[in-house]
């Protein structure tokens, strides 16, 4: 019995060695199955990093390639000019605003009124912090008299609180951690370090201040930041103001602007077109400490070249009726008499100072002279960066009435100019054609304003052609100078 159960325990070992190896081979191929598997989901999600990779590269060149296209416009038209169309630039940056390249395509839009329209922000559009009143400041809506004392402060030179501002002993006794700037804003950001001034207040629904309407800027309560969901940006006081406009020593035609301080008559006569006459008194009025270059359209050239007329607001009203050279002594009244549109009306006939102390007739400066001043002279140095104006052909209905906030009719009356112009306002002095714009409007808003624009906040929204993945790129191009420059650049 021993014997027999050996011989069955022998015979049963070759089947019991088959198994284990079967079971073996199936736990290997399960293993390298797993392995095989595990290889193909790394190999899978490399391939995807990969392809992710190489459109968001593709994306970020196409939103690149968007900013260099504008960059191209915008220094095309400092070195090549159009001094008899304002409105081509624009023409050529809408059209530039969407573009196709090999590998991708960009898209380029900014808004106006809430409402996404191709091209990039023209921030001459808005209302310059730096040299915004009180009283325009306070037009801005949620915005408050001790919030507008306090940006005043905050640029101002001196340490003396304004009436409901803010100093330096404000911040300091809060240990903040900073102190008022005492110079100009450098971002429309910088507001928010002001006294009393909150994000919400500066950026409204525009969060990341890229001026378009962003998906989680559109959803109501479901994500920051807190917006209505009605398709339309608030952007807030960044809508208004800005603090990146400059002005530019460029002048319309693309050459260096002339500058009435230190030009010579003969300078003057062939750049601006003007008698001897009128040089000689543009020579001794570019001499006066207070001299600007916007009492041209308010006063009369020869009040301005003996030292008066310092507050001769609308004075040269009066002297209209006496036509070119004339001599005319009406009332000057509330249009200032202004309406010929073929002669300023601002510096009729009188007795010049001019360069050589002679006594003169001086006829009145016509609107191509003034057109052509304004165009191509300054009374600025460069010594100073010059802060920017308001570029009366982009700026929106809106922010003009709170420029001119006690005289709508003339904000509308600016509106309407413009529109019915295919070349848009080529000067400021244009505004002296229009009966329906008073001349304290004009005197009200010359300051601030200008028909040239020199800095531009571009959005380009780069997409790749193989996923569709974007990129967002913002940048601040400014044209002031040649070569153009970016100040700002962001990518998200």
């Known amino acids: 019995m021993s014997a027999a159960r050996t011989s069955t325990d022998a015979a049963s070992r070759p089947g019991h060695r088959r198994g284990s190896v079967i079971l073996l081979v199936i736990w290997a191929v399960a293993i390298a199955a797993v392995l095989v598997g595990a290889a193909q989901v790394l190999a899978y999600r490399q ?5 992710e990779s190489v459109a968001k590269v593709e994306a970020r060149w196409a939103a690149r390639a968007g900013i260099e296209e504008t960059l191209a416009v915008l220094e095309y038209h400092s070195e090549e000019p159009d001094a008899t169309d304002a409105r081509q630039i624009y023409k050529d940056l809408e059209t530039s605003a969407d573009g196709e390249l090999a590998s991708g395509s960009w898209q380029i ?5 809430g409402v996404e329209i191709p091209g990039p922000q023209d921030e001459h559009a808005k209302i310059n912090v730096n040299n915004a009143t009180r009283a325009t400041l ?19 030179t001196d340490d003396n609180a304004g009436m409901m501002g803010a100093e330096y002993e404000f911040y300091v006794n809060r240990d903040l951690g900073y102190a008022p700037r005492n110079g100009n804003f450098r971002s429309i950001a910088e507001i928010e370090l002001v006294a009393g001034a909150f994000p919400s207040s500066v950026r409204g629904e525009d969060a990341n201040l890229n001026g378009r309407l962003d998906p989680n800027e559109n959803d109501g309560a479901m994500s920051d930041p807190p917006d209505d969901a009605d398709g339309l940006l608030d952007s ?12 530019s020593l460029i002048a319309a035609a693309g050459s260096n602007r002339l500058n009435l301080k230190e030009a010579t008559a003969e300078e003057m006569q062939e750049r601006f077109g003007v008698t001897p006459q009128q040089a000689g008194s543009l020579l001794t009025f570019a001499k006066r400490a ?11 050239l020869t009040t301005l070249a003996t030292g008066g007329g310092q507050n001769n607001r609308g004075a040269a009203a009066g002297s209209a009726s006496g036509g070119k050279g004339g001599s005319g002594t009406g009332s000057g009244g509330k249009d200032g008499g202004a309406a010929s549109g073929q002669q300023s009306g601002r510096s009729s006939s009188g007795m010049s100072g001019g360069a050589n102390g002679a006594t003169n007739r001086i006829q009145s400066l016509d609107s191509q002279q003034l057109r052509k ?30 420029m001119l906030p006690d005289d709508p009719i003339s904000a509308d009356a600016i509106i309407a100019q413009r529109s019915s112009s295919s070349t848009g306002l080529l000067a400021i002095s244009d505004l002296l054609g229009s009966s329906r714009i008073t001349s304290q409007a004009l005197a009200a808003i010359a300051p601030m304003a200008d028909t040239q624009s020199y800095v531009f906040t571009v959005t380009s929204r780069g997409r790749s052609a193989t996923t569709g993945l974007e990129v967002e790129i913002t940048a601040v191009l400014d044209r002031s100078t040649l070569p153009a420059r970016i100040l700002e650049y962001r990518e998200q």
């Open 47 to 51: 391939a995807t990093m990969g392809r």
């Open 290 to 300: 207070d001299a600007k270059l916007e009492m041209l359209l308010t006063q009369d």
């Open 236 to 247: 807030g006081w960044s809508g208004a103001l800005t603090a990146r406009s400059s002005g």
């Open 138 to 156: 306070l037009e801005l809506s949620d915005m408050s008299m001790d919030v507008a004392d306090a940006i005043v402060d905050w640029r101002d």
């Open 373 to 402: 001043i304004f165009q191509e002279g300054t009374l600025e140095t460069g010594a100073e960066p010059i802060v920017g104006k308001v570029n009366l052909n982009t700026v929106s209905p809106a922010v003009l009435r709170a």
């Open 109 to 113: 839009r900014h808004v106006e009124d």
